[in-house]
């Protein structure tokens, strides 16, 4: 039984292939796993200081009597308020960061304020910690924000430790100065490692020849599709797409030309595949694709868009590049493992894709039906078939 004919809509060239992008970059404020590491530090910072100003209630002459003293006892029951519920909640927004990070300045001047010897039982070393945490969540907005904080908070912690202007200023020039200096150091190095993290995850999930996904990042994407495919009552679709006669091309024009051809094969590709689609190069000149579809009809409509992407492609015009596909489709099954499925499902639609090759090449074959013959869309030119052994 032969297969409908694709429909005549393309889709829109802007669409891009989402889901093969690189993950977005973890040190980045205001992601999911930055959210919860910047809630852990801030708990962490918030305890510590608790604990650690507690100790001054019960040293002589470290907090000063009157009103500092219970000042200084609702300081630490707010400090260790907000760490509590930082560990429950597990998650900290850009802006909670900020706010939390300037209020741990703020917890310094108070704890100075109350000390009877700022210098001795609050210096402003104390502030190493919050600079950390600074540098290493906040952008560089919120962080210059800081780093002024942090000479604000030197001044009225110190400011009745040095009899005059001058001895002052000194004193907060070099405790500020060495607490940003610290800060701008662990930023610069937070920021190193950020780029050398984003080039680590480009070279392990990304080809580097084309930009799509490889087949690391395609194991990856498996435990998600399947599970989306088992909640939405979906199919799984794979189809592996191989160029034909790629290696005549290379031997032909040189492999300089058969790398340019990979290229835009999959810039036309990666605009015809559905922005949930994981679109990947397993190697040489096969890629695959991987999404979610209701039914074998459209799974064939997709893979007849991908084959006519291929010919329409800028190379496909100069060097006559066509692709055969295959397709399988599978049901997930409960207790199954992705990645053992994923491997199953791509075995199958290439071997549907050597029946296309068998077949003719510039065709589509739909694991267990007829070969489709080859055909355009209405008003469409076709290509002639180009002869030769299986490639």
């Known amino acids: 039984m032969l297969l409908p004919m694709a429909g005549a809509h393309m889709p829109d060239a802007r669409?891009?292939?989402?889901?093969?992008?690189?993950?977005?970059?973890?040190?980045?404020?205001?992601?999911?796993p930055e959210n919860a590491l910047a809630a852990w530090a801030l708990a962490a910072l918030l305890g510590v200081g608790a604990v650690l100003g507690s100790i001054n209630l019960f040293v002589d002459g470290a907090v000063r009597q009157g009103a500092s003293r219970p000042?200084?006892?609702?300081?630490?029951?707010?400090?260790?308020?907000?760490?509590?519920?930082?560990?429950v909640r597990r998650r900290a927004g850009e802006a909670a960061t900020v706010a939390l990070v300037l209020f741990g300045d703020l917890v310094y001047v108070v704890f100075a304020w109350a000390s009877g010897d700022p210098l001795r039982y609050a210096p402003p070393l104390m502030l190493l910690?919050?600079?950390?945490?600074?540098?290493?969540?906040?952008?560089?907005?919120?962080?210059?924000?800081?780093?002024?904080?942090v000479v604000v908070a030197c001044w009225l912690a110190l400011?009745?430790?040095?009899?005059?202007?001058?001895?002052?200023?000194v004193a907060v020039v070099a405790s500020a100065g060495m607490l940003d200096v610290a800060t701008?150091?662990?930023?610069?190095?937070?920021?190193?490692?950020?780029?050398?993290?984003?080039?680590?995850?480009?070279?392990?999930?990304?080809?580097?020849?084309?930009?799509?996904?490889?087949?690391?990042?395609?194991?990856?994407?498996?435990?998600?599709?399947?599970?989306?495919?088992?909640?939405?009552?979906?199919?799984?679709?794979?189809?592996v797409l191989d160029l034909d006669h790629f290696k005549r091309l290379?031997?032909?024009?040189?492999?300089?030309?058969?790398?340019?051809?990979l290229r835009e094969v999959s810039r036309a590709l990666a605009a015809s595949?559905?922005?949930?689609?994981?679109?990947?190069?397993?190697?040489?000149?096969?890629?695959?694709?991987?999404?979610?579809?209701?039914?074998?009809?459209?799974?064939?409509?997709?893979?007849?868009?991908?084959?006519l992407a291929v010919v329409d492609s800028s190379c496909g015009q100069q060097h006559a590049v066509t692709a055969s596909i295959g397709v399988a489709l599978a049901g997930p099954v409960d207790g199954e493992d992705p990645t053992d499925a994923l491997w199953q499902l791509v075995d199958r639609a290439?071997?549907?894709?050597?029946?296309?090759?068998?077949?003719?090449?510039?065709?589509?074959?739909?694991?267990?039906?007829?070969?489709?013959?080859?055909?355009?869309v209405a008003g469409g030119a076709r290509r002639g078939q180009r002869g030769g052994g299986i490639a």
């Open 250 to 261: 290379n031997d032909t024009y040189g492999h300089a030309v058969g790398d340019a051809v």
């Open 15 to 32: 669409r891009g292939r989402e889901s093969t992008r690189p993950a977005r970059d973890p040190l980045r404020p205001g992601r999911a």
């Open 273 to 307: 595949v559905r922005p949930a689609d994981v679109l990947a190069r397993t190697g040489g000149e096969e890629l695959v694709v991987l999404g979610l579809v209701s039914d074998p009809d459209e799974a064939w409509r997709l893979a007849q868009r991908l084959r």
């Open 184 to 239: 701008v150091g662990v930023f610069v190095l937070r920021r190193r490692v950020q780029r050398l993290l984003t080039a680590t995850q480009a070279l392990s999930s990304t080809d580097p020849l084309t930009g799509l996904a490889n087949r690391r990042s395609l194991v990856d994407q498996a435990p998600r599709i399947w599970r989306q495919a088992r909640r939405d009552g979906q199919r799984v679709a794979a189809l």
């Open 71 to 87: 000042l200084h006892a609702v300081t630490l029951a707010a400090c260790l308020a907000i760490a509590g519920w930082l560990v």
């Open 129 to 149: 910690f919050t600079c950390f945490v600074a540098a290493w969540f906040l952008g560089v907005r919120a962080l210059a924000v800081h780093m002024v904080a």
């Open 159 to 169: 400011a009745d430790s040095y009899p005059g202007t001058a001895a002052l200023l």
């Open 350 to 376: 290439d071997a549907a894709m050597y029946e296309a090759k068998e077949g003719g090449r510039d065709r589509v074959v739909v694991a267990g039906s007829l070969i489709v013959p080859r055909s355009r």
